[in-house]
Protein backbone atom coordinates (compact mmCIF):
# COMPACT_ATOMS: atom_id res chain seq x y z
CA UNK A 1 0.00 0.00 0.00
CA UNK A 2 2.70 2.45 1.04
CA UNK A 3 4.80 1.54 -1.69
CA UNK A 4 1.95 2.24 -4.25
CA UNK A 5 1.06 5.69 -2.60
CA UNK A 6 4.94 6.27 -3.43
CA UNK A 7 4.82 5.12 -7.21
CA UNK A 8 1.65 7.40 -7.49
CA UNK A 9 3.35 10.19 -6.26
CA UNK A 10 6.38 9.99 -8.32
CA UNK A 11 4.06 9.20 -11.37
CA UNK A 12 2.32 12.41 -10.87
CA UNK A 13 5.97 14.63 -9.61
CA UNK A 14 7.90 12.89 -12.76
CA UNK A 15 4.33 14.16 -15.05
CA UNK A 16 4.05 17.31 -13.80
CA UNK A 17 8.18 17.89 -14.52
CA UNK A 18 7.54 16.93 -18.18
CA UNK A 19 4.38 19.47 -18.58
CA UNK A 20 7.12 22.17 -17.55
CA UNK A 21 9.43 21.15 -19.63
CA UNK A 22 6.98 20.90 -22.91
CA UNK A 23 5.85 24.44 -21.37
CA UNK A 24 8.73 26.18 -21.27
CA UNK A 25 10.24 24.73 -24.59
CA UNK A 26 7.04 26.06 -26.19
CA UNK A 27 7.69 29.39 -24.51
CA UNK A 28 10.83 29.39 -25.61
CA UNK A 29 9.77 28.36 -28.92
CA UNK A 30 7.13 31.29 -29.22
CA UNK A 31 9.38 33.63 -27.78
CA UNK A 32 12.26 32.93 -30.69
CA UNK A 33 9.02 32.90 -33.28
CA UNK A 34 7.84 36.61 -31.93
CA UNK A 35 11.43 37.54 -32.00
CA UNK A 36 12.28 36.38 -35.62
CA UNK A 37 8.76 38.30 -36.69
CA UNK A 38 9.74 41.59 -34.95
CA UNK A 39 13.04 41.50 -36.18
CA UNK A 40 11.80 40.80 -39.76
CA UNK A 41 9.41 43.97 -39.17
CA UNK A 42 12.11 46.01 -38.54
CA UNK A 43 14.27 44.93 -41.27
CA UNK A 44 11.20 45.78 -43.47
CA UNK A 45 10.65 49.42 -42.11
CA UNK A 46 14.68 50.11 -42.11
CA UNK A 47 14.74 48.70 -45.59
CA UNK A 48 12.06 51.76 -46.42
CA UNK A 49 13.66 54.05 -44.48
CA UNK A 50 17.26 53.55 -45.93
CA UNK A 51 16.04 53.44 -49.45
CA UNK A 52 14.06 56.97 -49.42
CA UNK A 53 16.41 58.71 -47.45
CA UNK A 54 17.87 61.76 -48.71
CA UNK A 55 21.70 60.20 -48.00
CA UNK A 56 20.80 56.67 -49.99
CA UNK A 57 19.12 59.06 -52.76
CA UNK A 58 22.84 61.32 -53.02
CA UNK A 59 24.75 58.24 -52.62
CA UNK A 60 23.33 56.18 -55.55
CA UNK A 61 23.61 58.91 -57.27
CA UNK A 62 26.81 59.45 -56.77
CA UNK A 63 27.71 55.88 -57.29
CA UNK A 64 25.95 56.00 -60.37
CA UNK A 65 27.72 58.84 -62.19
CA UNK A 66 31.31 57.09 -61.23
CA UNK A 67 29.68 53.64 -62.17
CA UNK A 68 28.14 55.10 -65.87
CA UNK A 69 30.72 53.65 -68.60
CA UNK A 70 31.14 50.51 -66.36
CA UNK A 71 27.42 49.99 -66.31
CA UNK A 72 26.82 51.15 -70.35
CA UNK A 73 29.59 48.11 -70.99
CA UNK A 74 27.59 45.59 -69.12
CA UNK A 75 24.43 46.82 -70.66
CA UNK A 76 25.92 46.64 -74.76
CA UNK A 77 28.35 43.86 -74.13
CA UNK A 78 31.20 45.97 -74.87
CA UNK A 79 29.45 47.62 -77.83
CA UNK A 80 29.98 44.35 -79.64
CA UNK A 81 28.51 44.42 -82.79
CA UNK A 82 30.20 41.29 -84.55
CA UNK A 83 29.59 37.18 -82.81
CA UNK A 84 33.33 37.38 -82.66
CA UNK A 85 33.06 40.87 -80.96
CA UNK A 86 30.32 38.68 -78.21
CA UNK A 87 32.64 35.87 -78.29
CA UNK A 88 35.82 38.75 -76.52
CA UNK A 89 32.92 40.10 -74.15
CA UNK A 90 32.00 37.13 -72.72
CA UNK A 91 35.87 36.30 -72.33
CA UNK A 92 36.09 39.34 -70.80
CA UNK A 93 33.66 38.41 -68.21
CA UNK A 94 34.47 34.88 -68.00
CA UNK A 95 36.20 34.02 -64.23
CA UNK A 96 39.98 32.56 -64.42
CA UNK A 97 43.12 32.93 -62.02
CA UNK A 98 43.71 36.33 -64.25
CA UNK A 99 40.09 37.72 -64.17
CA UNK A 100 38.82 37.21 -60.42
CA UNK A 101 36.62 39.48 -60.81
CA UNK A 102 34.85 37.39 -63.63
CA UNK A 103 31.52 36.44 -62.73
CA UNK A 104 31.09 32.96 -64.66
CA UNK A 105 31.91 29.62 -65.67
CA UNK A 106 30.29 27.52 -68.31
CA UNK A 107 30.36 23.50 -69.47
CA UNK A 108 29.41 21.67 -72.83
CA UNK A 109 27.84 18.54 -72.63
CA UNK A 110 27.63 16.14 -75.40
CA UNK A 111 26.01 17.10 -78.73
CA UNK A 112 22.26 15.88 -77.50
CA UNK A 113 18.83 16.43 -79.52
CA UNK A 114 16.89 17.25 -75.83
CA UNK A 115 19.89 19.73 -74.72
CA UNK A 116 18.88 20.81 -71.03
CA UNK A 117 20.55 23.97 -69.64
CA UNK A 118 21.72 24.61 -66.36
CA UNK A 119 21.88 27.88 -64.92
CA UNK A 120 23.22 28.02 -60.97
CA UNK A 121 23.63 31.20 -59.33
CA UNK A 122 25.49 31.74 -56.45
CA UNK A 123 25.18 33.69 -53.61
CA UNK A 124 26.25 37.10 -52.36
CA UNK A 125 30.79 36.70 -51.56
CA UNK A 126 30.77 33.67 -53.40
CA UNK A 127 32.42 33.16 -56.92
CA UNK A 128 33.85 30.46 -58.88
CA UNK A 129 37.39 30.38 -57.79
CA UNK A 130 36.22 29.50 -53.97
CA UNK A 131 36.41 25.98 -52.45
CA UNK A 132 33.32 24.24 -53.10
CA UNK A 133 33.33 23.30 -49.07
CA UNK A 134 32.56 27.07 -48.99
CA UNK A 135 29.81 26.84 -51.78
CA UNK A 136 27.08 24.06 -51.86
CA UNK A 137 26.59 25.81 -55.52
CA UNK A 138 29.77 25.28 -56.93
CA UNK A 139 29.44 21.83 -55.46
CA UNK A 140 26.41 21.30 -57.59
CA UNK A 141 28.34 22.63 -60.53
CA UNK A 142 31.24 20.83 -60.01
CA UNK A 143 29.35 17.03 -59.77
CA UNK A 144 27.34 17.97 -63.03
CA UNK A 145 30.47 18.63 -64.45
CA UNK A 146 31.61 15.15 -63.85
CA UNK A 147 28.38 14.13 -64.81
CA UNK A 148 28.54 15.65 -68.66
CA UNK A 149 25.07 15.16 -69.02
CA UNK A 150 23.81 18.80 -69.78
CA UNK A 151 25.09 22.23 -70.69
CA UNK A 152 25.97 24.43 -67.73
CA UNK A 153 26.30 27.83 -66.53
CA UNK A 154 27.65 29.10 -63.23
CA UNK A 155 27.38 32.43 -62.25
CA UNK A 156 28.13 35.23 -59.38
CA UNK A 157 26.00 37.88 -58.40
CA UNK A 158 28.40 40.27 -57.27
CA UNK A 159 29.56 41.58 -53.66
CA UNK A 160 27.50 43.75 -51.03
CA UNK A 161 30.94 44.52 -49.50
CA UNK A 162 32.32 45.60 -53.18
CA UNK A 163 29.15 47.04 -53.96
CA UNK A 164 29.21 49.14 -50.68
CA UNK A 165 33.02 49.97 -50.74
CA UNK A 166 32.08 51.65 -54.05
CA UNK A 167 29.05 53.64 -52.74
CA UNK A 168 30.50 55.06 -50.25
CA UNK A 169 33.75 56.10 -52.39
CA UNK A 170 35.93 53.45 -50.92
CA UNK A 171 36.85 51.78 -54.08
CA UNK A 172 36.57 52.81 -57.76
CA UNK A 173 35.92 49.44 -59.16
CA UNK A 174 32.54 49.04 -60.10
CA UNK A 175 32.75 45.76 -61.39
CA UNK A 176 31.32 43.81 -58.97
CA UNK A 177 28.14 46.80 -58.97
CA UNK A 178 24.83 44.84 -58.91
CA UNK A 179 23.38 46.46 -61.38
CA UNK A 180 26.46 45.91 -63.58
CA UNK A 181 26.73 42.02 -62.79
CA UNK A 182 22.89 41.81 -63.37
CA UNK A 183 23.58 43.16 -67.10
CA UNK A 184 26.08 40.82 -67.46
CA UNK A 185 23.72 37.84 -66.20
CA UNK A 186 21.28 38.76 -68.58
CA UNK A 187 23.19 39.17 -71.60
CA UNK A 188 25.05 35.77 -70.55
CA UNK A 189 21.73 33.62 -69.85
CA UNK A 190 20.43 35.28 -73.62
CA UNK A 191 23.81 34.57 -75.62
CA UNK A 192 23.84 30.93 -74.71
CA UNK A 193 19.52 30.66 -75.26
CA UNK A 194 20.24 32.38 -78.40
CA UNK A 195 23.75 30.34 -79.03
CA UNK A 196 25.84 34.02 -79.69
CA UNK A 197 29.61 34.29 -79.29
CA UNK A 198 31.34 31.79 -76.79
CA UNK A 199 28.29 29.57 -77.14
CA UNK A 200 27.81 29.35 -80.77
CA UNK A 201 28.68 25.70 -80.62
CA UNK A 202 26.23 24.70 -78.51
CA UNK A 203 23.28 23.04 -79.17
CA UNK A 204 19.62 24.51 -79.10
CA UNK A 205 18.56 24.62 -75.83
CA UNK A 206 15.01 22.61 -74.99
CA UNK A 207 14.37 23.15 -71.31
CA UNK A 208 16.08 25.27 -68.54
CA UNK A 209 16.55 24.81 -64.99
CA UNK A 210 17.49 27.15 -62.80
CA UNK A 211 19.56 26.76 -59.50
CA UNK A 212 19.75 29.12 -57.22
CA UNK A 213 20.83 30.45 -53.79
CA UNK A 214 20.18 33.45 -51.37
CA UNK A 215 21.21 36.40 -53.43
CA UNK A 216 21.25 34.16 -56.49
CA UNK A 217 17.41 33.60 -55.55
CA UNK A 218 16.69 37.13 -55.93
CA UNK A 219 18.23 37.40 -59.09
CA UNK A 220 16.49 34.10 -60.58
CA UNK A 221 13.31 36.31 -59.28
CA UNK A 222 14.46 39.83 -60.77
CA UNK A 223 15.00 38.10 -63.87
CA UNK A 224 11.32 37.66 -64.80
CA UNK A 225 11.36 41.38 -65.86
CA UNK A 226 12.89 40.66 -68.87
CA UNK A 227 12.72 36.61 -69.24
CA UNK A 228 10.70 36.23 -72.08
CA UNK A 229 13.21 39.05 -74.22
CA UNK A 230 15.93 36.87 -72.75
CA UNK A 231 14.43 33.70 -74.13
CA UNK A 232 12.88 34.71 -76.98
CA UNK A 233 10.79 31.79 -76.87
CA UNK A 234 8.45 29.49 -75.20
CA UNK A 235 10.98 26.76 -73.59
CA UNK A 236 9.85 24.89 -70.63
CA UNK A 237 12.11 26.21 -67.43
CA UNK A 238 11.97 25.12 -63.83
CA UNK A 239 13.71 26.52 -60.81
CA UNK A 240 14.93 25.72 -57.29
CA UNK A 241 16.04 28.37 -54.78
CA UNK A 242 17.59 27.60 -51.71
CA UNK A 243 16.64 30.46 -48.82
CA UNK A 244 16.18 32.92 -51.54
CA UNK A 245 17.18 36.58 -50.53
CA UNK A 246 15.57 39.98 -52.36
CA UNK A 247 18.88 41.04 -54.68
CA UNK A 248 21.10 44.37 -53.60
CA UNK A 249 22.01 45.97 -50.63
CA UNK A 250 19.38 47.89 -50.02
CA UNK A 251 17.11 44.88 -49.44
CA UNK A 252 18.75 44.33 -45.98
CA UNK A 253 19.04 40.97 -45.99
CA UNK A 254 15.23 40.62 -46.50
CA UNK A 255 13.70 37.22 -47.50
CA UNK A 256 11.90 36.40 -50.79
CA UNK A 257 8.92 34.81 -50.68
CA UNK A 258 7.40 34.85 -54.09
CA UNK A 259 8.50 32.37 -57.06
CA UNK A 260 10.09 33.60 -60.39
CA UNK A 261 6.35 33.65 -62.64
CA UNK A 262 8.38 32.06 -65.53
CA UNK A 263 9.45 28.44 -63.55
CA UNK A 264 6.84 25.95 -64.37
CA UNK A 265 7.59 24.06 -61.12
CA UNK A 266 9.48 25.49 -58.24
CA UNK A 267 11.12 24.37 -55.46
CA UNK A 268 12.36 26.39 -52.31
CA UNK A 269 14.39 25.17 -49.33
CA UNK A 270 14.21 27.50 -46.73
CA UNK A 271 15.31 28.00 -43.06
CA UNK A 272 14.67 30.25 -39.60
CA UNK A 273 17.34 29.10 -37.09
CA UNK A 274 18.81 32.38 -37.14
CA UNK A 275 17.20 35.83 -37.02
CA UNK A 276 20.08 37.96 -39.48
CA UNK A 277 19.38 36.38 -42.51
CA UNK A 278 16.59 33.56 -43.64
CA UNK A 279 14.47 33.00 -46.23
CA UNK A 280 10.99 32.31 -46.20
CA UNK A 281 7.93 29.67 -47.43
CA UNK A 282 6.71 30.55 -50.87
CA UNK A 283 3.48 32.60 -50.50
CA UNK A 284 2.37 31.87 -54.04
CA UNK A 285 2.61 28.22 -55.23
CA UNK A 286 1.59 26.94 -58.25
CA UNK A 287 0.46 23.46 -59.02
CA UNK A 288 3.81 20.66 -58.61
CA UNK A 289 5.56 23.40 -56.45
CA UNK A 290 7.09 22.46 -53.10
CA UNK A 291 8.45 24.58 -49.86
CA UNK A 292 10.69 22.76 -47.42
CA UNK A 293 11.64 23.74 -44.31
CA UNK A 294 15.90 22.71 -43.69
CA UNK A 295 15.08 21.19 -40.30
CA UNK A 296 12.11 18.65 -41.85
CA UNK A 297 14.76 16.94 -44.25
CA UNK A 298 18.34 17.74 -42.11
CA UNK A 299 19.07 16.98 -38.64
CA UNK A 300 21.31 19.64 -38.07
CA UNK A 301 19.69 22.93 -37.73
CA UNK A 302 21.07 24.73 -40.52
CA UNK A 303 21.22 28.58 -40.49
CA UNK A 304 22.08 30.78 -43.67
CA UNK A 305 25.69 30.00 -44.73
CA UNK A 306 25.17 26.53 -44.23
CA UNK A 307 22.17 25.32 -45.98
CA UNK A 308 23.22 25.92 -49.77
CA UNK A 309 26.14 22.89 -48.03
CA UNK A 310 23.89 20.13 -46.53
CA UNK A 311 24.02 17.13 -48.17
CA UNK A 312 20.04 17.11 -47.93
CA UNK A 313 20.08 20.06 -49.85
CA UNK A 314 22.63 19.10 -52.75
CA UNK A 315 20.81 15.76 -53.57
CA UNK A 316 17.83 17.31 -53.53
CA UNK A 317 18.94 19.54 -56.22
CA UNK A 318 20.78 16.85 -57.84
CA UNK A 319 17.28 14.61 -57.91
CA UNK A 320 15.74 17.78 -58.90
CA UNK A 321 17.87 18.28 -61.83
CA UNK A 322 18.18 14.74 -63.20
CA UNK A 323 14.22 14.24 -62.96
CA UNK A 324 12.73 14.82 -66.23
CA UNK A 325 9.71 15.99 -66.22
CA UNK A 326 8.58 15.41 -69.69
CA UNK A 327 8.86 11.34 -68.89
Same mark, same amino acid.
Request: proline letters at 2%.
Given at each position: ???? !????????? !?????????????????????????????????????????????????????????? $??????? !?????????? !??????? %???????????????????????????????????????????????????? *???????????? $??????????????? *????????????????????????? %? %?????????????????????????????????????????????????? %??????????????????????????????? *?? @????????????????????????? @???????????????????
Amino acid at each position: MFLD !YCSSIYNNC !YRGIQVLKQTAADFCENSADLLCESFNRVRKKLKHYIKDSSLNISLEEYQNQRAHETL $ANAKNRN !YAKTNTQIAQ !YHQSIKY %SSDNKQGIFLEHQAPVAKDKKQIILLMGNLQNPGMSEHESGILKIFNKLKKE *NKHDLLLVRVGS $AKEDLLHKLGFSDNA *NLNTDVVYEHISNLIEDRIKQRGAF %S %SYDAVTQIDSIAYSWGGGVQKKLEERWSKIVGREIPTRTFGIDRINYGCE %SCGEELCFRPNYSKEDIEIYQNNEFLINGEQ *NQ @DCKKHDQFIDINTIQRQQANHCEID @DCQSVIERAMNFINCDPRN
